[in-house]
T-cell receptor, first 114, second 123 residues
Framework: DQQVKQNSPSLSVQEGRISILNCDYT??????FLWYKKYPAEGPTFLIS?????DKNEDGRFTVFLNKSAKHLSLHIVPSQPGDSAVYFC?????????????FGTGTRLTIIP | GAVVSQHPSWVICKSGTSVKIECRSL??????MFWYRQFPKQSLMLMAT?????????EQGVEKDKFLINHASLTLSTLTVTSAHPEDSSFYIC???????????????????FGPGTRLLVL
């Protein structure tokens, strides 16, 4: 049962344009959502997070939007740069009786075209 | 940001041997470490949560006798893949949670830091 889904395995965007990566989830108990960037053969690096009580969080070129009613979040990168080319994972955080867990989506490979 | 290292970065072994992977938090104390596995073109799947000084908590479907986890100190956790088989070939990633924990989440700061991963190939 995939509780966090990224339905687009890949996305190509022209440099300078906006990149929009999408993520859907099923568990309404998730309390935080995070986006990670990952290069091949490396661990994920944290980009930005959002609490479930918010609908938007912005950090520089990265903005995450959360639509709780639709159980959907998206990451906007603007303007897109060649160095943004990587695989992006959304992750959902759950605290369960003091135990916390991150559930990851399947990832979207973003390619920025110069 | 905080640094987490893994050793080795890659390992090739024969079927039936055991492989130990180390995960170290280099500049902070980690009360909790997490072990993930990623198969090609798939998501990171949590295998187990390791708390310093106590037994690890394994996710459903993960054999605790096959994947031995030891978290003996606040800066080191080890994952031992016992009697490895070709189907165990994967990319293993650890993460370490700082003492900031959930409070760090409230502040919008990341408190779970990932290592660079270990690629295991079992022949």
């Amino acid at each position: 049962d995939q509780q966090v889904k990224q339905n687009s395995p890949s996305l190509s965007v022209q440099e300078g344009r906006i990149s929009i990566l999408n993520c859907d989830y099923t568990n309404s108990m998730f309390d935080y959502f995070l986006w990670y960037k990952k290069y091949p053969a490396e661990g994920p690096t944290f980009l930005i997070s959002i609490s479930s009580i918010k609908d938007k969080n912005e950090d520089g070129r990265f903005t995450v939007f959360l639509n709780k009613s639709a159980k959907h979040l998206s990451l906007h990168i603007v303007p897109s740069q060649p160095g943004d080319s990587a695989v992006y994972f959304c992750a959902a955080h759950l605290s369960n009786f003091g135990n916390e867990k991150l559930t990851f989506g399947t990832g979207t490979r973003l390619t920025i075209i110069p | 940001g905080a640094v987490v290292s893994q050793h080795p970065s890659w390992v090739i072994c024969k079927s039936g041997t055991s492989v130990k992977i180390e995960c170290r938090s280099l500049d902070f104390q980690a009360t909790t470490m997490f072990w993930y596995r990623q198969f090609p073109k798939q998501s990171l799947m949590l295998m187990a949560t390791s708390n310093e000084g106590s037994k690890a908590t394994y996710e459903q479907g993960v054999e605790k006798d096959k994947f031995l986890i030891n978290h003996a100190s606040l800066t080191l956790s080890t994952l031992t893949v016992t009697s490895a088989h070709p189907e165990d070939s994967s990319f293993y990633i650890c993460s370490a949670r700082s003492l900031g924990g959930l409070r760090g989440m409230v502040l919008g700061k990341e408190t779970q830091y990932f290592g660079p991963g270990t690629r295991l190939l079992v022949l």
